[in-house]
């Protein structure tokens, strides 16, 4: 990088006899005056360097000067405070994407909330269900399709929510930082929908214990011993539908538990 007083002097000679007598050479290195300083105190920044970050702009700071007052010699103001904010966009974007990245899950969310109006329901459900998939999310959440797909994928990448792909069927589940943002943030959730792997368990057993013997009790009914005219083989055709049915209730109750 060169010094201080050829930067002043190239820039004093451009204002004096025009843009067009700058050769190529000086604006490549204008320019990469310009990508370093910028990178060095962005870097320096992100880092927290302040150390860094204060030398350096010390070091700078005759530079900006003597440039500062040879642009104010130029016909070209306007040119100059165009550039200027094209660089001030340039830097504080680049501030903000990394002030976004920085942020936390929580404060990811937080905004996710407020800009998508679903995202609340789709979680409490995601919460309180396993492998749900898109169309049953829709027609549960009465979301619109486009509405419901675009609400994952911001909740997918923030890592809220996973995507799981089984041949051309997709299911949805709340990743562990999901499933803690859901807990903390919907008081008495778990009260709402309590389950219990063991007592579900035995109360299956249970309801299949008593409908069995309630089919056993009709098929006495239907005078399997008394008649003895009647095939084995329809017996079991009958005691099958009988079962069939009885899972089918069995289901629907479940459901409607």
């Not at 974007?93 to 990811?108: I, Q």
């Not at 943002?181 to 035995?202: A, L, N, S, T």
């Given at each position: 990088?060169?010094?201080?007083?050829?930067?002043?002097?190239?820039?004093?000679?451009?204002?004096?006899?025009?843009?067009a007598n700058v050769s190529e050479q000086t604006i490549e290195e204008f320019t990469e005056l310009l990508?370093?300083?910028?990178?060095?105190?962005?870097?320096?920044?992100?880092?927290?360097?302040?150390?860094?970050?204060?030398?350096?702009?010390?070091?700078?700071?005759?530079?900006?000067?003597?440039?500062?007052?040879?642009?104010?010699?130029?016909?070209?103001?306007?040119?100059?405070?165009?550039?200027?904010?094209?660089?001030?966009?340039?830097?504080?974007?680049?501030?903000?994407?990394?002030?976004?990245?920085?942020?936390?899950?929580?404060?990811?969310?937080?905004?996710?909330?407020?800009?998508?109006?679903?995202?609340?329901?789709?979680?409490?459900?995601?919460?309180?269900?396993?492998?749900?998939?898109?169309?049953?999310?829709?027609?549960?959440?009465?979301?619109?399709?486009?509405?419901?797909?675009?609400?994952?994928?911001?909740?997918?990448?923030v890592g809220c929510v996973e995507k799981i792909e089984s041949g051309k069927y997709s299911f949805y589940?709340?990743?562990?930082?999901?499933?803690?943002?859901?807990?903390?943030?919907?008081?008495?959730?778990?009260?709402?929908?309590?389950?219990?792997?063991?007592?579900?368990?035995?109360?299956?057993?249970?309801?299949?214990?008593?409908?069995?013997?309630?089919?056993?009790?009709?098929?006495?009914?239907?005078?399997?011993?008394?008649?003895?005219?009647?095939?084995?083989?329809?017996?079991?055709?009958?005691?099958?539908?009988?079962?069939?049915?009885?899972?089918?209730?069995?289901?629907?109750?479940?459901?409607?538990?």
């Amino acid at each position: 990088m060169k010094d201080i007083v050829y930067y002043t002097a190239e820039l004093k000679d451009c204002i004096h006899k025009g843009n067009a007598n700058v050769s190529e050479q000086t604006i490549e290195e204008f320019t990469e005056l310009l990508e370093i300083s910028v990178d060095f105190c962005l870097e320096a920044y992100e880092r927290h360097d302040l150390k860094s970050l204060s030398i350096f702009l010390e070091e700078q700071r005759t530079l900006r000067r003597n440039l500062t007052e040879e642009l104010r010699n130029s016909s070209e103001q306007l040119l100059i405070l165009s550039s200027k904010i094209v660089q001030n966009y340039n830097t504080f974007n680049k501030l903000l994407r990394d002030a976004y990245d920085a942020r936390g899950f929580e404060e990811e969310m937080e905004l996710i909330e407020q800009g998508y109006r679903y995202v609340r329901s789709i979680l409490r459900y995601l919460y309180r269900h396993a492998h749900v998939q898109h169309k049953v999310l829709k027609e549960n959440l009465e979301i619109p399709a486009s509405t419901l797909s675009d609400s994952l994928k911001v909740l997918e990448q923030v890592g809220c929510v996973e995507k799981i792909e089984s041949g051309k069927y997709s299911f949805y589940n709340l990743t562990v930082e999901g499933k803690k943002y859901v807990h903390d943030r919907e008081k008495g959730i778990d009260e709402e929908y309590i389950y219990d792997p063991d007592v579900f368990m035995e109360e299956r057993r249970n309801m299949v214990k008593n409908k069995l013997q309630c089919v056993s009790e009709k098929a006495e009914s239907l005078g399997y011993e008394k008649n003895p005219g009647v095939s084995y083989k329809k017996r079991q055709k009958i005691f099958v539908e009988q079962v069939i049915r009885t899972g089918e209730k069995m289901g629907k109750s479940f459901c409607m538990g």
